[in-house]
């Protein structure tokens, strides 16, 4: 079992910057995959940035040049930082923690607002 818990969530004005960062812990593996998702109220979840053990990233198209998702492997610990905040980011931020033909693991969920 892996037990996730997010963190860093909350209101921002429009350009505004967060931090996001999801703590893993349970039966992690270092060959691991870890990434944070969203979903908007009426929307589907949809793939916001996912990065592997050692460290190959993936992003969507409308988060490029400004979100970053990085990973501290000692601390099981997965951040995105995110930059020049828009309205259309606001969403519930989930993280996600899977490995290859094996269980997927969510967290709870955090709240990002972005509104003047």
């Known amino acids: 079992q892996v037990q996730l818990v997010e963190s860093g969530g909350g209101l921002v004005q429009p350009g505004g910057s967060l931090r996001l960062s999801c703590a893993a812990s349970?039966?992690?593996?270092?060959?691991?995959?870890m990434g944070w998702y969203r979903q908007a109220p009426g929307k589907e979840r949809e793939l916001v940035a996912t990065i592997s053990n050692p460290g190959t990233t993936n992003y969507a198209d409308s988060v490029k040049d400004r979100f970053t998702i990085s990973r501290e492997n000692a601390k099981n610990t997965v951040v995105l930082q995110m930059n020049g905040l828009k309205p259309e980011d606001t969403a519930v931020y989930y993280c996600?923690?899977?490995?290859?033909?094996?269980?997927?693991?969510w967290g709870q969920g955090t709240q990002v607002t972005v509104s003047s």
């Open positions: 349970g039966s992690i593996f270092r060959i691991s995959n």
């Open positions: 996600k923690y899977w490995r290859a033909f094996g269980p997927v693991y």
